[in-house]
Every structure is written in structure tokens, then in C-alpha cells.
């Protein structure tokens, strides 16, 4: 595996002159700093011209999926085409997950991928940057703002824990047995395409409460339904009185968790605000 530059490609399917590149999709293999190849896509901004105005220039989204999730899940690519009417986007799959090297750690050594595939965005040509993370993608968005400052102009985190080793409902429950038990890592194998490693945290990643005062003055989207089967509204309350001013809350009516929860409502309302933000 190498070990070279994070962010730095490994291999491109597509290779586009250089004038060309900010319009011309990509797919790629980054490698983290850690070694790991990370399965990576680039779309260009859509032409598309509404209420909203143009799509920003300089702006690219870069999206951190939930856990089982990969950068060909449908919900996935929902997500990427809806922010591609407001700037380019990036879309990975995190280790363990499709077609990606490595093992999940659930979130911890996954800020890497995200660090490696914001390089990549950079590397493109885009000035300005703005993660957005869904569920697990959520902590880890929030997690790499605190500890890369700098590195991105807006973050949303959309469906995040607040805190480690929860199991207070049913569905973290079954989660906690998929990932702790060897039965369960089976299953997220053969069920989910999805590979876990078996190794505890050691030390304990910083948590996402924790994180979220280290990412100001950059701007800050914590967004959670108030139908969240996963994490209830504890959660989300529990990162805004973390982040203080500099940060904003939008608690959706009738949402459950995640991008199979997030409409093309909402996807256009957190397009627009980072675009407001970041753009």
C-alpha cells in the first residue's frame, strides 16, 4: 500500500486535459496518509439556473456518507446530484466501505478519508470547500473541521451522535452487535459491503461535543429530524450548546435519520446555505 501524500490520486479512469478538469467527471483511488486507497468521484456544477442563482464557481461540496453507505449507493448519489445545482461536488467511500481498502473504525481514523478527499477538492481547483456529513459522515465532518483547521469554509453535519457507545435505541443496539460482535462483522461483510475492523478504539477518538467548539470561527450546520430512530434530540441540542454562536441549528419536523431521510427540500435549503456561507 503506499503510503504517499494525502489526497494525492492513485488511480484516475478518467484524465482530463487540465484546462477541462473543473468540468469533466472523475473517478479516482486516493490514498490517505495513513495508506489506504478511498474510492473517489468528482461531478462538476450543474448548469442550472433558478431561484437560487447560479451555482458558485469556486465552491465544491465534499460529501461523508453514513455508515454501510459508498460513493454508488443511490441515497448517495441523490445527495451529490441535489448539491451539484450549487457547485461542484466530490463523493467518496469511506474505508471499509465498497470498493475502498481498508477496515471501518466507525468514524475514528475515517477523518482521514475525508482529509484526503477535501486535498483532492483543493487540488481541483476550487477555492472554497464545505463538507457535508450524514450520520456517522456526520461526526466524522465535525471531527475533521476541529482537528484540520482551516482546511474547509462551512460544515454541515446532518444526523450526528453527540457522544460515544450509545445505545439508548433499538436501532444502535443492533448497530453496536453488527460492530463489536464477530457474527455482526459477518453480517456487515456479506449484508452490507461493508468491512469492520475488529480492534476497540485506542485511544478513544475525540468526541463530536467536544470537537465542535475547535471548529470556529468556520461556519458551523448541525441539522437532525425530530424522528431520529437512532439518535434522539438530546443529540443535536447537546452539539448546538457546544458550538455557541458561532453555530446553527435546524431541528426538521418529521425527519428520521439520514440521507434516506433528508428530501430535495432540504438538500436545497443546505445547498443554499452553504453556498450563503462558504460560497
Same mark, same amino acid.
Given at each position: 500500500?503506499?503510503?504517499?501524500?494525502?489526497?494525492?490520486?492513485?488511480?484516475?479512469?478518467?484524465?482530463p486535459?487540465?484546462?477541462?478538469?473543473?468540468?469533466?467527471?472523475m473517478?479516482?483511488? =486516493? #490514498?490517505t496518509a495513513?495508506?489506504?486507497?478511498?474510492? *473517489? @468521484?468528482y461531478d /462538476?456544477a450543474?448548469?442550472? %439556473?433558478?431561484a437560487?442563482?447560479?451555482?458558485s464557481?469556486?465552491?465544491?461540496f465534499?460529501?461523508?456518507?453514513?455508515?454501510?453507505?459508498d460513493?454508488?449507493?443511490?441515497?448517495?448519489?441523490?445527495?451529490?446530484?441535489a448539491?451539484?445545482?450549487?457547485?461542484?461536488?466530490?463523493?467518496f467511500?469511506f474505508?471499509?466501505h465498497?470498493?475502498?481498502?481498508?477496515r471501518s473504525?466507525?468514524?475514528d481514523?475515517?477523518?482521514?478519508?475525508?482529509?484526503?478527499?477535501?486535498?483532492?477538492?483543493?487540488?481541483?481547483g476550487?477555492t472554497?470547500?464545505?463538507?457535508?456529513?450524514?450520520?456517522?459522515g456526520?461526526?466524522?465532518v465535525?471531527r475533521?473541521?476541529? =482537528? #484540520?483547521?482551516?482546511?474547509?469554509?462551512?460544515?454541515? *453535519? @446532518?444526523?450526528? /451522535?453527540?457522544?460515544?457507545? %450509545?445505545?439508548?435505541?433499538?436501532p444502535?443496539?443492533?448497530?453496536?452487535?453488527?460492530?463489536?460482535?464477530?457474527?455482526?462483522r459477518?453480517?456487515?461483510?456479506?449484508?452490507?459491503?461493508?468491512?469492520i475492523?475488529?480492534?476497540?478504539?485506542?485511544?478513544?477518538?475525540l468526541?463530536p461535543?467536544?470537537?465542535v467548539?475547535?471548529?470556529?470561527?468556520?461556519?458551523l450546520?448541525?441539522?437532525?429530524?425530530?424522528r431520529d430512530?437512532?439518535?434522539?434530540?438530546?443529540?443535536p441540542?447537546?452539539?448546538?450548546?457546544?458550538?455557541?454562536?458561532?453555530?446553527?441549528?435546524?431541528?426538521e419536523?418529521?425527519?428520521?435519520?439520514?440521507?434516506?431521510?433528508?428530501?430535495?427540500?432540504l438538500l436545497?435549503?443546505?445547498?443554499?446555505?452553504? @453556498?450563503?456561507?462558504?460560497?
Amino acid at each position: 500500500m503506499s503510503n504517499g501524500r494525502a489526497g494525492h490520486p492513485a488511480r484516475s479512469l478518467v484524465r482530463p486535459h487540465s484546462e477541462t478538469s473543473r468540468r469533466t467527471p472523475m473517478r479516482t483511488f =486516493l #490514498h490517505t496518509a495513513d495508506g489506504i486507497s478511498i474510492d *473517489s @468521484v468528482y461531478d /462538476p456544477a450543474a448548469v442550472v %439556473y433558478d431561484a437560487s442563482g447560479p451555482p458558485s464557481r469556486g465552491l465544491v461540496f465534499v460529501v461523508a456518507h453514513g455508515f454501510t453507505g459508498d460513493v454508488d449507493r443511490p441515497h448517495v448519489r441523490r445527495v451529490a446530484t441535489a448539491f451539484m445545482r450549487y457547485g461542484a461536488v466530490v463523493t467518496f467511500s469511506f474505508r471499509g466501505h465498497g470498493r475502498s481498502g481498508g477496515r471501518s473504525t466507525v468514524g475514528d481514523r475515517e477523518v482521514l478519508d475525508l482529509a484526503a478527499a477535501v486535498e483532492w477538492a483543493r487540488s481541483l481547483g476550487h477555492t472554497r470547500v464545505a463538507t457535508v456529513g450524514f450520520s456517522m459522515g456526520g461526526s466524522v465532518v465535525l471531527r475533521h473541521a476541529a =482537528l #484540520h483547521t482551516g482546511t474547509v469554509d462551512a460544515v454541515v *453535519s @446532518v444526523s450526528a /451522535p453527540a457522544r460515544w457507545y %450509545y445505545r439508548g435505541t433499538a436501532p444502535m443496539r443492533r448497530l453496536h452487535w453488527l460492530v463489536t460482535r464477530p457474527e455482526g462483522r459477518l453480517v456487515g461483510r456479506y449484508g452490507f459491503r461493508t468491512r469492520i475492523h475488529h480492534r476497540e478504539w485506542s485511544p478513544v477518538p475525540l468526541s463530536p461535543t467536544e470537537a465542535v467548539p475547535k471548529i470556529a470561527p468556520t461556519p458551523l450546520l448541525i441539522v437532525h429530524g425530530d424522528r431520529d430512530g437512532y439518535f434522539p434530540v438530546d443529540h443535536p441540542r447537546m452539539l448546538a450548546e457546544a458550538a455557541g454562536d458561532h453555530g446553527e441549528l435546524w431541528l426538521e419536523p418529521g425527519m428520521g435519520h439520514a440521507e434516506h431521510a433528508a428530501d430535495d427540500g432540504l438538500l436545497a435549503r443546505i445547498g443554499d446555505w452553504a @453556498v450563503a456561507r462558504a460560497g
